[in-house]
């Protein structure tokens, strides 16, 4: 006997055959056993989600000759024929070949006689929205008012194209794409049953490439059987879809949680040297971070795993609000990815951008490794000599031993902070905070409750990186969560900018022009456009 694929041989033969579209099979089930059965049925969903096994399920349950039934036998001549693809009284039509309404009126003229071996005559009609106009127009009458022993069963992956007059004459099902998980079980069964080995973590990697589609899953996973040579393990698979594993996508997260510049270009390099789809690796690194964000939103019960753990861990290491922030930023760089020189570019400075949010541009020179540190100090030619000489007047000044402060330059915390001029976690935790103490090493701050997510060790670890060179001996940070009465320099900062934006919006109004322009003409100044001087 001759070899059958896979997403052939283990096509559903009957409603309990069927996975992940529960509400479709028990809506159809119930129909069937209480009698109450529609004349059209509309399945919409995307490729490979199971609308035609469907509407052949539902062709064998109306034909049995058993009786219809939720539970056709599967053995009597009907079952077998249907499953053949030949029995007679079953209908299949591409509309996508056959558009016109002529080839409709001609498949219609059918429908007025009799079943010739089975109870209904069932026409199954894929892409229906590939008909013509003309084509619906001439369906409808017969769509509408169907002889009795005639079942309608459409399918389409574009419902929206469908004309009102056909969707109102249908019962509409949707299916619903599969989660990778779900895949991932679906295949292990298979390949249980055909007695091929695999690993776990490969099936993950096929179940998601599959975006949803059994039938794609499992020609994926004929072909990974291929590539294995009777086997589907890892790196075949990571190999044969250009896949990015979750370990490296783990590694990469932690260098940005820990702001490693140098660990983060040497995994893309390696992740290059692999021959990794990117697109795919970016694709994969939103998924994860929305797991992660899941974790820091509902808890760690929240995932289970063998990467349960790791994910826990980069939840703690992770602000709430850098992971949303790396989210989009990945979505972006996927959809950028194409307008980038290469795409191992274009990967590498979405995961910089990811950087530049985590403030991991802050560090001192001297903490970069030796042969990036001579990069910075020797700029490229094409750079301008404006440019050029920033840069080296920035490394200069990284690179001069930085005079250490006393208890009274610190005493003033505002005017401190605002001299030191930090930027990235430790600006943003050190401008929001108060100065309770500062004795003997022991630096105590006060955040108010809605910045209370600041007193994460991250934020604590980056102000105190900040802040060890500049004082003397060393330094503990203390972060309690407070109302304190003395204003932060973030919000000092922030009524100095309501007070400019107040001043100008009262020197526009006084202007002698703007009066006689609003006398004249009745012209009004939107509060919303005016903007200080100094901000523009």
């Not at 009262?506 to 006689?516: L, P």
Request: charged share 20%; with cysteine.
């Amino acid at each position: 006997m001759s070899h059958q694929v896979l997403a052939r041989k283990w096509r559903p033969r009957a409603f309990a055959d069927v996975i992940g579209q529960d509400h479709v099979v028990r809506a159809l089930a119930n129909a069937l056993d209480t009698g109450r059965i529609h004349h059209a049925y509309l399945l919409t969903g995307t490729r490979g989600v199971g609308k035609t096994t469907l509407a052949r399920i539902l062709a064998k349950a109306l034909n049995c000759e058993t009786g219809v039934t939720s539970r056709p036998c599967g053995q009597c001549r009907a079952c077998v024929e249907i499953d053949a693809g030949r029995f007679v009284d079953l209908l299949e039509v591409d509309a996508a070949t056959n558009t016109k309404v002529d080839e409709m009126r001609e498949l219609l003229e059918t429908a007025q006689y009799a079943p010739v071996s089975g109870r209904y005559k069932v026409y199954i009609i894929d892409e229906v929205h590939m008909l013509s106009k003309s084509a619906f127009n001439a369906m409808l009458k017969t769509l509408e008012e169907p002889p009795g022993h005639v079942e309608f069963i459409l399918a389409t992956t574009d419902p929206q194209r469908l004309p009102i007059t056909v969707l109102s004459r249908c019962l509409q099902f949707n299916l619903k794409n599969l989660p990778a998980g779900l895949i991932a079980k679906h295949l292990a069964i298979v390949l249980g049953t055909e007695g091929i080995p695999f690993e776990p973590p490969a099936l993950e990697l096929i179940g998601r490439a599959a975006e949803g589609s059994v039938r794609d899953s499992l020609s994926l996973l004929d072909q990974a059987i291929a590539h294995g040579a009777g086997k589907v393990g890892i790196d075949n698979v990571s190999e044969m879809l250009g896949a990015l594993d979750q370990s490296y996508l783990f590694t990469l997260l932690r260098a940005l949680a820990s702001c490693d510049a140098s660990a983060l270009i040497r995994q893309v390099d390696q992740l290059g040297e692999r021959s990794i789809s990117f697109d795919n690796a970016l694709r994969d690194m939103a998924h994860l971070l929305s797991r992660i964000a899941l974790v820091q939103g509902a808890g760690s019960e929240a995932v289970e795993g063998p990467d349960a753990a790791s994910l826990r861990d980069l939840a703690t290491r992770l602000p709430v609000e850098l992971v949303q922030v790396f989210f989009q930023i990945a979505l972006l760089g996927r959809r950028d990815l194409a307008l980038a020189p290469d795409e191992q570019t274009g990967f590498t400075m979405t995961l910089l951008r990811m950087l530049a949010f985590a403030g991991g541009y802050s560090r001192p020179a001297q903490n970069l490794a030796p042969s990036r540190a001579v990069a910075a100090a020797a700029p490229p030619a094409y750079l301008s000599a404006a440019s050029s000489a920033i840069t080296i007047q920035e490394t200069t000044k990284a690179e001069t031993p930085v005079a250490p402060f006393g208890v009274a330059d610190i005493d003033n915390w505002a005017s401190f902070v605002a001299r030191l001029q930090l930027n990235g976690l430790a600006g943003m935790l050190a401008k929001q905070s108060t100065m309770l103490s500062y004795t003997n090493g022991v630096l105590e701050l006060e955040l108010p409750p809605e910045q209370k997510h600041l007193a994460e060790r991250i934020y604590v670890d980056k102000l105190k990186s900040e802040l060890q060179p500049r004082l003397a001996g060393n330094l503990r940070i203390n972060v309690r969560i407070g109302g304190s009465a003395v204003a932060s320099l973030a919000a000092q900062e922030t009524a100095a900018q309501n007070n400019r934006q107040l001043a100008a919006e009262q020197s526009i109004r006084e202007d002698g022009f703007i009066q006689a322009l609003r006398t004249e003409f009745g012209a009004e100044i939107p509060a919303a456009s005016v903007r200080p001087a100094s901000d523009s």
